[in-house]
């Protein structure tokens, strides 16, 4: 099979399907953000520097009720750290680029263009490195500019979770995974790890805090699919 090159505009194109999911989360951060008290320029520097959206929903949460900066740090480093299993998935595909271009890659990352380079990305694919920069640097703009925008509505909102936008993240989550799986073909062995990961999932919850449970029930699954379809 011939090699097909990857260039820094076909990233960019590659993450227009999923920037109207970035307006519609960053969009609802923004106003969560600034009903929990945030300034703009507070949620925009955090759009920056933290770029995750389940983190920015908690810490403006965890901030409005007075945690500590510990606290907040520990809980932040425990909801993102489902980034270690992304970034293992994808790792494989650029392991002939410095570990300083993949810091840089790896640091954008974020479940949606997670859910797009898994799909995309083959072995006969080269200059992943120029696609992967176009669709997360497309991506992160987005976000910071909705999430600016959702800072300034916000101040007109005053009780933003009656309209259920916290349920956004999720909600487009769950539905790249639906694509994900539809495209995969495996009906199977997707069945399969979705059912062994309630289990697994029910039975750490048993001696583990919810949140340690749910990163051993996606380790304990995922290696169950990788046996099975061995």
Not at 31 to 45: H, N, R, W
Request: hydrophobic share 55%; net charge positive.
């Amino acid at each position: 099979m011939p090699l097909e090159r990857l260039t820094f505009w076909g990233g960019v194109k590659d993450c227009i399907p999923t920037l109207l999911g970035y307006l519609s989360i960053g969009f609802a951060a923004g106003v969560v953000g600034a009903a929990e008290g945030l300034s703009v320029l507070e949620i925009g520097l955090m759009s920056v520097f933290l770029y995750a959206g389940s983190a920015q929903f908690i810490v403006a949460g965890m901030m409005s009720a007075g945690s500590s900066i510990l606290s907040i740090i520990v809980t932040v480093f425990f909801v993102n750290l489902r980034h270690l299993l992304l970034s293992a998935a994808l790792a494989p595909m650029f392991r002939q680029y410095s570990a300083k271009k993949n810091f840089i890659l790896g640091a954008q990352l974020t479940d949606e263009t997670f859910g797009v380079a898994i799909n995309r990305l083959t072995p006969n694919t080269t200059h992943r490195d120029q696609w992967m920069l176009g669709m997360n640097i497309t991506a992160q703009i987005n976000w910071v500019l909705a999430t600016l925008v959702g800072a300034w509505f916000g101040t007109w909102i005053p009780n933003p979770q009656q309209f259920g936008l916290g349920f956004a993240l999720p909600a487009m989550f769950a539905g790249l995974v639906v694509q994900s799986l539809i495209h995969r073909k495996k009906f199977r062995t997707d069945l399969i790890v979705a059912g062994s990961t309630i289990v697994y999932f029910v039975l750490a919850f048993l001696w583990l805090p919810g949140h340690i449970a749910v990163i051993a029930a996606a380790v304990a699954a995922a290696i169950t699919g990788m046996v099975v379809e061995r």
